[in-house]
Nanobody, 114 residues
Framework: QVQLVESGGGLVQPGGSLRLSCSASGFTFSNAGIEWYRQTPGKEREFVASISSAGRFTSYTDSVKGRFTISRDNAKNTVYLEMSSLEPEDTAVYYC???????WGQGTQVTVSS
């Protein structure tokens, strides 16, 4: 059974940092690309970042380039999203998913507010 569990969200002030984690099970993690998405009420889910199976290739949406870093630890079956210089516009529920599959975690809430 495929499971993806996001964690690490919370309330942070503008300019602050957070690290999100996506822990996976039920499939061969080291063979899977992983993607992060985010969603705010009333809007479609938006792509944020992705990382290839071995971590060699990464991709980011323009609005987070230079502020967010995606990485992975295949020994721990975990992908991370390091977020810095956070802005109120980054407020959303953040989800991870396996590339090419429609398996989603429950999401983790990130709120950027003073």
């Amino acid at each position: 059974q495929v499971q993806l569990v996001e964690s690490g969200g919370g309330l942070v002030q503008p300019g602050g940092s957070l690290r999100l984690s996506c822990s996976a099970s039920g499939f061969t993690f080291s063979n899977a690309g992983i993607e992060w998405y985010r969603q705010t009420p009333g809007k479609e889910r938006e792509f944020v970042a992705s990382i290839s199976s071995a971590g060699r290739f990464t991709s980011y949406t323009d609005s987070v380039k230079g502020r967010f870093t995606i990485s992975r630890d295949n020994a721990k079956n975990t992908v991370y999203l390091e977020m810095s210089s956070l802005e109120p516009e980054d407020t959303a529920v953040y989800y991870c998913k396996r590339t090419g599959y429609n398996n989603w975690g429950q999401g983790t809430q990130v709120t950027v507010s003073s």
